[in-house]
């Protein structure tokens, strides 16, 4: 587990922007169960993190159409939420960090880890982007 003098930062990038930080199994179920759409990061403590994926996500909120519900997990620090919030990602492998779309509780878009790191914020952000203007 993370010290949380190092996540405390890493969990308000997103929750300053209104980002609700799930920290239970009952939490994240209860955030997935909702109707609309729900966009999940799993949020991490790595280099593509901090680089594209937390402002990559941030970015993509800028547009017209946009999630419902906004929620993150910590890996490494919430564990409990973290494996929880695994289990609905199914078929997929365990990523973190990863950014996850749902329509009334279903999964309808995912990106990976191995989809995130290498690619700046901006593409990131027009990924997520072309996905709520489907989903939205």
């Known amino acids: 587990m993370y010290p949380e003098e190092m996540v405390m930062p890493m969990k308000a990038e997103l ?3 209104g980002f609700e930080d799930l920290t239970s199994a009952e939490q994240v179920n209860n955030a997935l169960a909702k109707s609309g759409t729900t966009l999940l990061m799993i949020n991490s403590v ?8 937390r402002p990559g996500t941030v970015f993509s909120l800028t547009g017209d ?11 490494g620090f919430d564990g409990e ?15 973190s960090p990863c950014i996850a779309l749902f329509k009334d ?15 700046p914020a901006g593409a990131i952000a027009a990924n997520l982007q072309a996905a709520y203007d489907e989903y939205c």
């Open 15 to 17: 929750t300053d922007k």
């Open 46 to 53: 790595c280099g593509c993190a901090a680089g594209a994926a």
């Open 65 to 75: 159409k946009k999630p419902d519900q906004l929620v993150t997990v910590f890996a």
């Open 81 to 95: 939420a973290v494996a929880e919030a695994r289990k609905h990602l199914a078929p997929f492998p365990p990523s």
């Open 105 to 119: 509780g279903e999964l309808v878009h995912m990106l990976e880890r191995h989809h995130i790191e290498g690619n």
